[in-house]
């Protein structure tokens, strides 16, 4: 069984579990308080020199809302080699699995920048229920996007393969709750605040940095 842990990663939760019994698990080879260090590095898909990070989240999850603000604002401090991808997860929770769906198809139709906020502020702000397709089709077509195009981008079979591809890639970087952060296709970031979450890429984004400066050194 799945759950939404709010906006820390399974680790944290059993470091805290842990201390309640006075016994914290060891870090990993390569974890730190920031971070946790995936022990199979994944596909990352941003040109060369950049550093992909990653959002896992959900239109349907209240704590997204509340991280999307923030993470867009602290997006638009980063250097230019920073790119973010979101990734949203179904959790098998159909409701979900439809915001899935939304976000690609949105994506699909190019009313993803328009309408990716609205979204956020429609459910959580306005109580708009958007969890199914007719409700999503008319609330999308009420907000100047096309009815027909959106609805069969929603229901195609590309738009499909995005949300197994989706969900694929949730269980390979091990996610468990939402918001969630990974760097460099290698890095979990931990954190017990939205601050903290932020603060913590920014050390791992920092990393990545050394790293690929170190390498690129000649070796003496």
């Not at 601050?195 to 790293?211: D, G």
């Amino acid at each position: 069984m799945r759950f939404n842990l709010p906006a820390r990663p399974l680790i944290a939760a059993l470091l805290a579990l842990a201390a309640l019994s006075g016994q914290a698990p060891a870090l990993a080879q390569g974890d730190t308080s920031e971070y946790r260090v995936l022990p199979t590095p994944q596909p990352t898909q941003v040109p060369p020199g950049k550093i992909e990070v990653l959002e896992f989240f959900s239109y349907a999850c209240p704590h997204c809302a509340e991280f999307y603000p923030l993470l867009h604002t602290w997006l638009a401090a980063q250097s230019k080699d920073v790119v973010l991808r979101r990734v949203p997860v179904g959790f098998d929770r159909p409701p979900w699995i439809n915001m899935q769906r939304a976000f690609y198809a949105l994506q699909a139709s190019g009313d993803l920048d328009r309408l990716d906020a609205k979204i956020f502020q429609a459910i959580h702000e306005e109580h708009i229920p958007l969890f199914q397709e007719q409700a999503l089709f008319d609330w999308v077509s009420k907000n100047g996007a096309s009815y027909e195009q959106f609805a069969n981008a929603y229901g195609s079979f590309a738009i499909n393969n995005d949300t197994v591809q989706a969900d694929k890639m949730a269980e390979a970087y091990q996610i468990t709750g939402v918001p969630t952060l990974a760097v460099d296709g290698r890095y979990l970031v931990l954190g017990d605040s939205f601050t903290e979450i932020l603060t913590n890429a920014q050390k791992a984004i920092e990393r990545v940095r050394a790293e690929r400066a170190a390498a690129a050194r000649p070796k003496k």
